[in-house]
Structure formats: structure tokens, C-alpha cells
């Protein structure tokens, strides 16, 4: 059993990350969620994990990190994911509240308790860099930094970055160079692994879960109808699935510089073949087996979250 922490800016496909991760609870064990501002602000994505857990009657600890980039402006992006960082499902205003802890004294307290906890990334590395600058002698209590971000050669927010690393450019360089393992899924993996429009239709003749996603879905799957493809990407997903079916993945050792300087490129991901400080760089998958994953694990939550 693998105990994991999920640090998250719920986002469509960070509360389907999340899902994923509760279906296999027999390998999986969410001790707790932190939240950090990206995909919107703390507040609100903080509000839509709690409103989800009220929806499901979940009760993960979620506790608040920070509300900005350590340097750069914050920039959340209503284009992807909507007003409310989760726009499309219409759920009311949570009821339970987060922990009254901030993410970096949960962060803290857990390693300090826990054995080896991995650290799930899905958003910008701004509370987990901050953690390894506050408490750099807990870096050995994380097994690995599992993520999604970066990318080996495209972007998608600019040419040459992803959206979590170009949000926290200063961040995501703390993170690579704390000798803490990181396996990055970046774009190019989670590209490989998207789902076909034609299967998300589907989730409409499902459970309560399976619904839920089908309403995520219908506003987060526009990006694509509205470019003419047949599928998307639910980026986040890819970290979870890689925790739990590594044998699914084509992935290389290499080391993963952040640009933090280009007029073009600041945010890139330089991934090189390795020098000695080696992260995993996942590369690609077998659509259909990873995807089958998550199709499995929704089907799996109807049946408990009836
Ligand atoms: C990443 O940025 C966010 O919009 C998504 O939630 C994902 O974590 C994709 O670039
Ligand atoms: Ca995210």
C-alpha cells in the first residue's frame, strides 16, 4: 500500500485524478489533499474538492497552500477551466471546510509521522518547493514526486512550456534540484493517453460518478470539439495511473533543467539524456490499456458512490 498526499488546483482533471486514486484504494491510501492556486484562485479551487466531497460524501483532509507563484504573477486560466476552475457540474457551496492547518504545516507533520509518502503534483510546485525549502532535512521521508507538467519538447501555454511549470517557473526548478526522485508525465504522455470524445459521451449512462464526469467533461472536453479533435487529454490522470500500472508506460532517465530565463521559453522543461541526477520522464503509453484504466475505475465508484 502506497500512502499519498495529492497537491492539487481542482480542475476538471485534478478532481478526475482524484477519483482514480480512490478506486484503487487497496493500493492507494489518500492520507491527505493540499491545494495551491493555479487553474484559479485558492479559494476557488479549494471550494470545488470540498464541494465534490460533500457531493460524494468523502472526507479527505484538505488543507490550503498558497494563493501566488513565489515570483511570478498569478495567471489562472478561466479559458480551460471555466470561472469557478470547475466549470460544467452545478454543485452547491461546500459545507465541510478545510483544515485549519496550512498545507505546509500538514506537509510537515506527516512526514514527520509517515514512513515514505509520495507526493502527487498536479498542479504548480509552489507548496512542494516551498516545503523542501522550509524542511529540506524531510526530503528523504518522499519516495517519489509523482507529476504532471513539463513537457520534452511542445507546450500547450506557450511554445515551449506547460501550464504548471510556466506558473511557478522558480518552483518547479526548487523541485527538480532537491535530489527528491520526480517522475514527470508531461505532455507528451498524457497527449498519448487521451480519451476519445465518443468515450466520455458514455459516462451519461452511468452511475452517480460516472455523471459527475460526463458534466466535467461537457465543458472541459470544449478545448477540443472547438479545435476539431476527436479526443483530449485529462492530463492529470496520468501520474495516478502511472503509480498504479508502471508497465504501461515508454519512459526514459534523464535530467530535467527548468528555463527560467528565455524571452521564448521560460517554463521549458530542458530534459537531457542524464548526468547523475536522474528524474523519469514518461514518454509515452498504450492509449488504450491506460485509458481502460480509468474507464474501470469510474465504472468501480458508481458502485460505491450509488
Ligand atoms: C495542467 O494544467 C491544468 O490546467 C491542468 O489541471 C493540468 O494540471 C495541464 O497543462
Ligand atoms: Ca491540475
Known amino acids: 500500500m502506497r500512502k499519498i498526499i495529492i497537491d492539487c488546483d481542482p480542475g476538471h482533471d485534478d478532481i478526475m485524478a482524484v477519483f482514480t486514486a480512490l478506486a484503487h484504494a487497496e493500493e492507494l491510501e489518500i492520507l491527505g489533499i493540499t491545494t495551491v492556486s493555479g487553474n484559479q484562485?485558492?479559494?476557488k479551487v479549494t471550494a470545488n474538492i470540498l464541494k465534490v466531497q460533500d457531493y460524494f460524501g468523502l472526507h479527505i483532509p484538505v488543507c490550503m497552500g498558497y494563493d501566488s507563484p513565489i515570483i511570478k504573477p498569478r495567471e489562472v486560466q478561466p479559458a480551460a477551466h471555466g470561472e469557478s476552475g470547475m466549470d460544467g457540474p452545478v454543485l452547491p457551496d461546500p459545507v465541510s471546510k478545510p483544515q485549519p492547518e496550512h498545507a505546509l504545516d500538514y506537509l510537515?507533520?506527516?512526514?514527520?509521522t509517515e514512513d515514505k509518502v509520495t507526493l502527487v503534483a498536479l498542479a504548480p510546485l509552489t507548496?512542494?518547493?516551498?516545503?523542501?525549502k522550509t524542511y529540506p532535512h524531510l526530503a528523504g521521508k518522499i519516495e517519489c514526486i509523482a507529476m504532471m507538467g513539463g513537457a520534452v519538447n511542445g507546450g500547450n501555454i506557450q511554445k515551449k512550456?506547460?501550464?504548471n511549470i510556466w506558473q511557478d517557473p522558480e518552483a518547479a526548478a526548487i523541485v527538480f534540484a532537491s535530489g527528491v526522485p520526480v517522475v514527470m508525465a508531461g505532455l507528451e504522455v498524457c497527449n498519448a493517453g487521451s480519451i476519445l470524445l465518443s468515450e466520455a459521451e458514455e459516462f451519461r449512462h452511468g452511475g452517480k460518478v460516472s455523471k459527475f464526469c460526463y458534466d466535467l467533461m461537457k465543458f472541459y472536453g470544449l478545448y477540443a470539439v472547438n479545435r476539431g479533435w476527436d479526443r483530449t487529454p485529462i492530463f492529470d490522470i496520468t501520474p495516478v495511473i502511472w503509480l498504479l500500472y508502471p508497465e504501461l508506460f515508454k519512459a526514459e532517465q534523464m535530467d530535467v533543467d527548468i528555463e527560467l530565463n528565455g524571452e521564448f521559453t521560460r517554463g521549458m522543461t530542458v530534459c537531457?539524456?542524464?548526468?547523475?541526477r536522474p528524474h523519469t520522464v514518461l514518454l509515452d503509453t498504450d492509449r488504450e490499456a491506460f485509458i481502460g484504466v480509468f474507464l474501470a475505475a469510474l465504472k468501480k465508484l458508481d458502485q460505491i458512490y450509488a
Open 161 to 163: 512550456s506547460e501550464f
Open 108 to 112: 510537515r507533520r506527516t512526514l514527520e
Open 127 to 132: 507548496n512542494i518547493a516551498l516545503f523542501l
Open 41 to 43: 484562485t485558492l479559494a
Open 272 to 276: 537531457t539524456p542524464t548526468t547523475g
